[in-house]
């Protein structure tokens, strides 16, 4: 029991020094001013900026649904797959994640502006050039390019657990397809859709690289404007702590949501 506590002693200092603490200054500055006084006014500012947190909240949700409706079908010609196809296949969705995430982004900036390979291609058929770069459609777009494996890892983990027998139980019961995902494939995927949807809410509210690099500065997200009190010329990180802090509890509801969620799902099954 000794030997457990004190291997685990490196584990909790990291927790320390890279989590508790790093967030404990962001609740002390969000609720202090210049001079260090106690202060609600970061807070009040936040009003300034909802179009901006509701306009990241929206394209975060978006950007979730797409990348669900995208990755169930795949993650499930994946789990059905041969041994070697899925892995292979996996191997194929986890390649983009080995590149820099600046570098996949700006890679669609090349594809979307307007002599993009995109609009060459759509020009030999007399079309264009089209708008494609520099709108809320492009963020969505890499939103979605970006975290659709997030989506995909989890769900396929949980749908190569579920027994072929219990789908082939099904069919033989006379299930159709559209019957047989919804009262078998979906259920028994919860978990996975759950922490799907985590993993590709929380970097997509939170993102600021894709929004600067695709959105052409008119589509600026709460990540942007924390970015800039803390990097920008109007420097104020007691203001970004404070933007930093109701992001970090608008997070920690829809984690504490959707595992409730889940939690209902799995009792249900039960």
């Known amino acids: 029991m000794k030997t457990s ?31 260090g006084g106690f202060t609600l006014q970061n807070l009040f500012d936040m009003s300034s900026y909802m179009a901006v947190l509701f306009r990241s909240i929206i394209f975060a949700m978006i950007a979730t649904v797409i990348c669900l409706i995208l990755a169930f079908p795949a993650a499930y010609i994946i789990s059905r797959a041969k041994s070697f196809n899925q892995s292979s296949l996996i191997v194929l969705i986890m390649v983009p994640m080995w590149i820099s995430f ?3 982004t700006y890679a669609w900036m090349t594809l979307l502006e307007p002599n993009g390979l995109i609009n060459r291609f759509l ?5 264009g050039p089209l708008n494609l770069i520099n709108n809320a459609g492009a963020v969505i777009l890499g939103m979605v390019y970006n975290y659709l494996p997030f989506m995909i890892l989890p769900l396929y983990s ?5 027994d072929q027998s219990v789908i082939e139980a099904a069919q033989d019961l006379g299930s159709s397809r559209l019957s047989l995902v919804r009262r078998v ?24 690289v894709i929004s600067r690099m695709l959105g052409g500065g008119t589509n600026d997200l709460i990540g942007d ?22 992001l970090m509890i608008i997070v ?12 209902e799902e799995e009792g249900a099954m039960l």
């Open 225 to 246: 404007l924390i970015e800039a009190q803390f990097l920008g010329a109007s420097y104020n990180p007691h203001l970004g702590s404070a933007m930093a802090l109701v």
């Open 5 to 35: 506590k004190a291997l685990a002693i490196p584990y909790v200092v990291w927790i320390l020094i890279f989590t508790v603490v790093p967030l404990g200054l962001v609740v002390v500055f969000a609720l202090t001013d210049g001079d």
């Open 123 to 127: 020009g030999l058929f007399g079309i």
């Open 158 to 162: 949980v749908m190569v657990k579920i």
């Open 185 to 208: 494939i979906l259920p028994l995927s919860m978990p996975g859709i759950n922490t799907g949807i985590i993993a590709v809410f929380i970097p997509s509210v939170s993102t600021f």
């Open 252 to 263: 920690l509801f829809m984690m504490s949501l959707f595992n409730q969620f889940g939690s």
């Open 102 to 104: 600046i570098l996949r």
